[in-house]
């Protein structure tokens, strides 16, 4: 359970900040990286699955999927940001 955990955290602080390196004006801190790649995670993971793609599964493949989901909601953040 808390290998899991540590895991989690680990592919989303990684994810997040690839994110953030990705969208322009990236990089929010290590704590919202950290959310911003979890739930890119969920985001990648649904997407993935409903579009039937398989990109592979263990660490790798993880946080590509996370990098993916979390590059939309960024995207889709900074959308709502300019429309405010």
Same mark, same amino acid.
Request: glycine content about 20%.
């Given at each position: 359970?808390?290998?899991?955990?540590?895991?989690? +955290?680990?592919?989303?602080?990684?994810?997040?900040?690839?994110?953030?390196?990705?969208? =322009?004006?990236?990089?929010?801190?290590?704590?919202?990286?950290?959310?911003?790649?979890?739930?890119? $995670?969920?985001?990648?993971?649904?997407?993935?699955?409903? #579009?039937?793609?398989?990109?592979?599964?263990?660490?790798?493949?993880?946080?590509?999927?996370?990098?993916?989901? $979390?590059?939309? +909601? +960024?995207?889709?953040?900074? #959308?709502? =940001?300019?429309?405010?």
């Amino acid at each position: 359970m808390t290998h899991s955990f540590i895991m989690w +955290l680990i592919i989303g602080a990684i994810a997040g900040w690839l994110a953030g390196a990705l969208v =322009k004006g990236g990089g929010f801190g290590l704590i919202v990286d950290i959310i911003v790649g979890i739930v890119g $995670a969920f985001i990648g993971g649904w997407l993935a699955s409903a #579009l039937g793609i398989h990109i592979g599964s263990g660490f790798i493949g993880s946080i590509i999927v996370a990098v993916i989901g $979390a590059v939309i +909601l +960024l995207f889709v953040i900074r #959308l709502f =940001k300019r429309a405010t």
